[in-house]
């Protein structure tokens, strides 16, 4: 290391870097004055906008960024070292991040210098997605709050583009925030010891750098053994704690569900997911209409992004997962029960023997089969480098053991801990015999989210059906699914604001509004004859999270109570991201409570 050790920001230590360059502590700190948050044009990048997605969608680790085409090395800003060999590349090494972008250089060198012993601390940048008014409101309440203690923050609103462009190459400032949004494969803890702490990751939007921690985060996903996994999950728990390096805010209740009590019932109630999330999609498959329909109409702010599953980035990662069957699923207790796969064995540390579902057919008629299951594996692992390859990366190779019983041998690189809480909770089965001359009849290369997928064909509970691009979606019942639905088919239908969705759920033209559409407690007073939602014991999963100092708030509820038409079912937030309950191979990653909130940095 040239010089001496600098924290990378005022309380997020990154120890591995240092700088020799001189900053005026008060220079270059806020992005508004420095034209980085608030002007349309960064100074060009030397990366692509797939390969940063790609690292966003992986634990970036060296050598697994190797394989994204950043292989060729840049010299590095002279005034940045890395102290450690192993972060060196990740920080130097890599086309247009970190010390080979300039900006990065311009918003990190004074992190490293600032502010002395005795100094007061300079202005902290917050940047905003301005379409998330609750986050603003939020701050302006921690920023006023912060303030009666000589802390002064500057809190910057851009576009969601624009936050998300600034926010993927860590140009956002001091702090960083969003919000966490819970998915079944986000259910096991790796998902967040990785994520958000690991030094060689780049969701750790704080950049932050504990040896140890890294040790325990690398150590938890290799250890199969269940009992042992967990206490490196708490061990890496307790440092990320114990360091205050991230701050979980959870509150209720303002995740509200609502829907359509006089038309429906047999609504399911899942752990952090509510009633209607596409997500979770329980209650879409035990829905009972009491009168004569058999169609329900789903109400959402957006449709779907693409109809790729494998180029999905937003809607169709769930609703595509009612189309596509997973491997396995959560049940509404977030217990790992078996779906596509009727039941898995592990042989040995490194391997599992996975038994297909017998009986199951594609949405053209065409029976699943093993051959099907190896097929998927061998292409993710083949093509993909996005949303799948964050767990098929460790897989090694697939044998079928025994096809007339439909068993696939899956042998891992390494041991490996998250064989049900997220390697089968992601994976799905693809037809064979559509996906195996795609890529070259469609000529994308070795790209396979520029596949044009018109109607996807999977074999899960509901079928793809007519589709209006940003209007509706109709999705009908695979009546010979394991699983069939008791309804015919599900609507789902656009509506930009949350307002719009409440009103035409008053009006009858909607019958639930979909989870990610979050209401306010104000908002849902406004369905007519429907009294405020009193206390329950669901919870929900979402809250903000900003990369800072790490506390807990309180936790208040609501509860479903049935008026007629519509109902409303509030969903309990936990205070960390994610209150994990399913198997002991997922439990719970829940790192003791910070007595304080303090700035931090991200």
């Known amino acids: 290391m040239s010089g001496a050790a600098m924290v990378l920001c005022a309380n997020s230590p990154n120890?591995?870097?240092?700088s020799e360059h001189s900053a005026n502590p008060y220079r270059e700190r806020n992005m508004a004055e420095d034209g980085i948050a608030t002007t349309p044009a960064l100074e060009p990048r030397q990366v692509s906008r797939r390969v940063l997605l790609r690292m966003m969608a992986a634990a970036a680790g060296a050598p697994v960024l190797a394989g994204l085409g950043g292989d060729r090395v840049l010299a590095a800003d002279p005034e940045i070292a890395v102290a450690d060999p192993k972060y060196k590349r990740f920080y130097t090494g890599i086309d247009g991040i970190h010390a080979n972008d300039p900006n990065w250089v311009k918003l990190t060198r004074p992190r490293l210098t600032w502010p002395a012993e005795g100094e007061p601390v300079p202005e902290l940048t917050v940047t905003l997605d301005s379409s998330l008014p609750d986050q603003l409101d939020a701050w302006r309440k921690w920023a006023a709050d912060a303030q009666k203690i000589g802390l002064k923050y500057n809190v910057v609103q851009v576009s969601q583009t624009r936050w998300l462009e600034v926010t993927l190459a860590h140009l956002h400032g001091d702090v960083e925030t969003h919000w966490g949004q819970l998915r079944p494969e986000r259910i096991d803890p790796a998902d967040y010891i990785v994520s958000r702490g690991h030094g060689l990751d780049r969701r750790n939007f704080g950049e932050w750098v504990n040896t140890t921690y890294d040790a325990l985060a690398e150590a938890q996903v290799r250890e199969s053994d269940p009992a042992r996994r967990l206490q490196k999950v708490h061990e890496a728990a307790r440092v990320l704690a114990d360091d205050m390096y991230i701050n979980q805010f959870g509150w209720g209740p303002a995740i509200i569900d609502v829907y359509n009590s006089q038309d429906w019932e047999g609504v399911v109630q899942t752990l952090g997911f509510g009633i209607a999330s596409f997500d979770a999609y329980h209650t879409f498959l035990k829905l009972k209409p009491k009168t004569g329909k058999r169609k329900v109409v789903v109400g959402m702010t957006q449709l779907l992004?693409?109809?790729?599953?494998i180029a999905a980035n937003g809607n169709m990662r769930m609703i595509g997962r009612m189309i596509y069957d997973r491997l396995a699923y959560y049940d509404a207790a977030l217990r790992v029960i078996p779906w596509a796969a009727e039941s898995w064995q592990r042989v040995d540390e490194r391997s599992w023997d996975l038994t297909l579902r017998p009986g199951m057919k594609?949405?053209?008629?065409?029976?699943?089969t093993v051959h099907d299951l190896q097929f998927t594996f061998d292409f993710m692992r083949k093509f993909d480098r996005g949303l799948f390859w964050t767990e098929n990366r460790?897989?090694?190779?697939?044998?079928?053991?025994?096809?007339?019983?439909?068993?696939?041998h899956l042998r891992f690189k390494e041991p490996y801990g998250e064989f049900e809480t997220s390697f089968?909770?992601?994976n799905v089965v693809l037809p064979k015999h559509i996906w195996e001359n795609m890529m070259q009849e469609q000529g994308v290369g070795d790209d396979p989210r520029r596949l044009r997928i018109d109607k996807p064909i999977g074999s899960g509970p509901f079928k793809f059906g007519r589709y209006r691009k940003d209007t509706e979606l109709q999705l009908i019942a695979n009546k010979e699914h394991?699983?069939?639905?008791?309804?015919?088919?599900?609507?789902?239908?656009?509506t930009p604001t949350v307002d719009g969705l409440l009103g035409r759920l008053q009006s009858q033209e909607i019958d639930f509004i979909e989870a990610r559409a979050t209401l306010r407690p104000s908002q849902a007073k406004q369905l007519a004859g429907c009294p405020p939602p009193t206390p329950s014991s669901s919870r929900a999963a979402r809250g903000t999270i900003p990369l800072c100092r790490r506390s807990r708030n309180s936790i208040s509820t609501s509860r479903a109570r049935s008026c007629g038409r519509p109902a409303i079912a509030g969903r309990r937030m936990a205070?960390?991201?994610?209150?994990r309950r399913a198997t002991s191979a997922s439990a719970p990653a829940s790192p003791p409570s910070a007595s304080r909130v303090m700035p931090g940095a991200a």
């Open 424 to 426: 089968l909770q992601l």
């Open 482 to 494: 394991f699983a069939a639905p008791n309804i015919d088919e599900v609507w789902a239908v656009a």
């Open 394 to 408: 460790f897989l090694e190779d697939t044998a079928i053991k025994d096809e007339a019983n439909g068993i696939l």
């Open 362 to 368: 594609f949405h053209d008629g065409k029976p699943v």
């Open 15 to 18: 120890s591995l870097l240092s």
């Open 305 to 309: 992004d693409t109809t790729n599953l």
């Open 575 to 579: 205070a960390s991201s994610i209150r």
